[in-house]
């Protein structure tokens, strides 16, 4: 038991620090057959940790050049270009890498977006919070702090800036979606669209997701995407998949 939850700690390092957001995702949701295996895991560190190390500017994410907006909201080349190199350290080589991370940042910003329309906010309080919690967890599982120790120390960041810049990146935006996903599955059962139910089931969880999903994509079909003109050739042929 101790070594399955030990694992599940060590995916969940990842998977944040991937920066690959799951909507409901929490260790309990994971099972040990989920993911890459230990030696795949050694290698996405020791990537993610090169990555980092040379790119540790592109953590102001919110700073320098505007490359696209959604809906009114900055896509940040900073932001781009952190996530174009954490994909090629992750997913290896990608077609299309620059229109495949625009993509994904679009349909971040629409949820974003969304997120404003239903008067959704993260506290400092609850970041700091799930942090907290986050670091709590770790010093239970040393295998699992290890881990995590080697990829803070193979992106050449101090323990501070990790929790402080980086996995605040991560965090916020992960607890900004969940709250996403929990508003509009709650409006779904209000209006008779999906059934409540005590008991989450693997089965319900799909159903769920499948319509959190199905309303994510209206929106961004109907987004207003517009990208900067010295940006353009850069993502010739984009289109919002």
Known sequence: MRKTKTFLLIAFAIVLSLSIIALGLSVSRVSAGDGPNQSQFDKII????????????????????VIAEANGIPIYKNE????????????GQVNDINN?????????KVKEYLAMKYNLKVSEDEINSYIEKEKQQFKEFPEAEGKLKELISASGMTYEEYWNDYERYNVK?????????????????????LKKTDKMTIEVQNEYKKYFDNIIDQYVKQAKISIDEKYKDMFRGFRVD
């Open 173 to 193: 935006r992960m607890l900004l979606f969940d709250k996403l996903y929990n508003a509009i599955i709650n409006e779904g059962i209000k209006n008779g669209e």
């Open 46 to 65: 020791e990537k993610v940790g090169s990555f980092l190390k040379g790119n540790k500017d592109k953590l102001k994410v919110n700073e320098g050049d």
């Open 100 to 108: 495949f991370v625009l993509n994904k940042l679009v349909r971040e």
């Open 80 to 91: 781009f270009e952190l996530r174009k190199g954490l994909t090629f350290a992750s997913e």
